[in-house]
């Protein structure tokens, strides 16, 4: 079966620009995450959703960056007037639940570069 | 202040021989520890998790062992191969978030 995927792979952009980065989790698994990864950093948790709601927003950086989740399946980040400190490796993860014992699987990440 | 350390950045071991990569947490609330692997431009992937109820974890040649009182969890390889060569990270979980260490590249020398 398919597993997380996101879009694009890689993006390049200039400073002050806005960027949108999606994920497409596992179907049928409910909660979702957004983690960030800088250079020779560890992940770094963003937000969750669980469905198309995001009880937990505690991770996001600043109000440039913001998530929405509909019909409980696909997810996008945005990064409004991105600056080079937004630079890093954006992963999405997704589990059945949010649960402590549920695996949560990861997409491959989006490369963004802040110019 | 970072709940989940793994204060070793790099760890280089010979085939066939144990691998050990340590993490050290300072919240006695977590419940639930996991490592996950990671190959370049991939995400990261499950290998082994414990409950904070057990001590040890075993699969295949991956155990994990979990020492509460001291707030240290470790994982063990044995035989190591060289395709464990990979970034692995800790993360322990309370009521399902998960906070992840900042991860251990090890190497697999043939």
């Known amino acids: 079966g398919a597993g997380v995927s996101q879009s694009p792979s890689n993006k390049v952009t200039e400073k002050g620009k806005d960027v949108e980065l999606r994920c497409d989790p596992i179907?049928?698994?409910?909660?979702l995450y957004w983690y960030r990864q800088s250079l020779g950093q560890g992940l770094e948790f963003l937000i969750y959703?669980?469905?198309?709601?995001?009880?937990?927003k505690s991770g996001l950086p600043s109000d440039r960056f913001s998530a929405e989740r509909t019909g409980g399946s696909v997810s996008t980040l945005t990064i409004q007037r991105t600056q080079q400190e937004d630079s890093a490796v954006y992963l999405c993860?997704?589990?059945?639940?949010?649960?402590?014992?549920?695996?949560?699987?990861f997409g491959p990440g989006t490369r963004l570069t802040v110019l | 202040d970072q709940q989940v350390k793994q204060n070793s950045p790099s760890l280089s071991v010979q085939e066939g021989r144990i691998s050990i990569l340590n993490c050290d947490y300072t919240n006695s609330m977590f419940d639930y520890f996991l490592w996950y692997k990671k190959y370049p431009a991939e995400g990261p992937t499950f290998l082994i998790s414990?409950?904070?109820?057990?001590d040890k974890n075993e699969d295949g040649r991956f155990t994990v062992f979990l020492n509460k009182s001291a707030k240290h969890l470790s994982l063990h390889i044995v035989p190591s191969q060289p395709g464990d060569s990979a970034v692995y990270f800790c993360a322990a979980s309370n009521a399902g978030k998960s906070t992840f260490g900042d991860g251990t590249t090890l190497t697999v020398k043939p």
């Open positions: 414990i409950s904070s109820i057990k």
């Open positions: 993860a997704s589990s059945i639940n949010r649960v402590g014992t549920d695996t949560q699987y």
């Open positions: 959703f669980q469905g198309n709601s995001a009880p937990d």
């Open positions: 179907s049928g698994h409910t909660a």
